[in-house]
């Protein structure tokens, strides 16, 4: 045992063995956590979207069934929730393959002998771009989505002249 002094007073918690400190780590940043890959995370774990679409025939089920107007509002807010959050996650899982699909050709014109060309920002942006167009004329929306754009481009113009004064 440690000797003391006799003239100080006794801590009533003395510590004989020093206690050792946890040390708190965070998986998102640790390197024994390993390193995220997002297609081996979404086949991990792809049993959330069956787990969530159920979620969501429930909610509409209590939807169709509920009298009370605020909870109802509440119910509807929810539903919208979910289905933006599965629009996202479609539109997430559409630029991952096409990113991989863009990979995959240059690998093949590497293996050709040929140089790689990788996209700029830019680019890749246009292309999305003309594939959204692509897919709404396909879809019909094209015209509804052009004027919307059309508008909002108007109104930004708007802003962005000086304020006339009246005289």
Known sequence: ??????????????????????VHRDPRFDDLSGEYKPEIFMK?????????????????KQLKKCRDAEQKEKLQQLLNRMTQQEQAQKKQQKLRERELSLKRQQRELAKQGKKPFFLKKSEKRKLELAEKYTELKRSGKLERFLTKKRKRNAIKDKRRLPAQKNL
């Open 1 to 22: 045992p440690l000797e003391m002094s006799a003239k100080k007073p006794v801590p009533f918690l003395r510590q004989v063995v020093p206690v050792r400190k946890k």
């Open 44 to 60: 991990t774990y792809s049993f959330l979207d069956d787990i969530k679409k159920r979620e969501k025939e429930m909610v509409q």
